[in-house]
Nanobody
Framework: QVRLVESGGGLVQTGGSLRLSCAMS????????LRWYRRTPGRERDVVAI????????YYTDSVKGRFTIYADNAEATLYLEMNNLQPEDTAVYYC??????WGQGIQVTVSS
């Protein structure tokens, strides 16, 4: 059974940090793209960061470059998103994604000004 379970969200002040985790099981993730998306009210989910499970090549949307880091721990079967210098515009529901079809349930991140 495929499962992606996010954790680590919450409320943080501007300039603070959070680390999101996505525990993955039920599929082989070492050869596919792993992604973090976020959705704010009224918008579709936007991609935040991508890492290839094999090559570890990464991509970041411009607004998070230099502040967010995506990485994966194969031994722990967990995808992470380290978020630093958080800003109010980072407030969103964050989702982890694997390949084309596998999604987590989403987790709220709220940055207070």
């Amino acid at each position: 059974q495929v499962r992606l379970v996010e954790s680590g969200g919450g409320l943080v002040q501007t300039g603070g940090s959070l680390r999101l985790s996505c525990a993955m099981s039920g599929f082989a993730f070492d050869k596919i793209n792993l992604r973090w998306y976020r959705r704010t009210p009224g918008r579709e989910r936007d991609v935040v960061a991508i890492i290839n499970g094999g090559s570890r090549t990464t991509y970041y949307t411009d607004s998070v470059k230099g502040r967010f880091t995506i990485y994966a721990d194969n031994a722990e079967a967990t995808l992470y998103l380290e978020m630093n210098n958080l800003q109010p515009e980072d407030t969103a529901v964050y989702y982890c994604n694997a390949g084309a079809n596998y999604w987590g349930q989403g987790i709220q991140v709220t940055v207070s000004s």
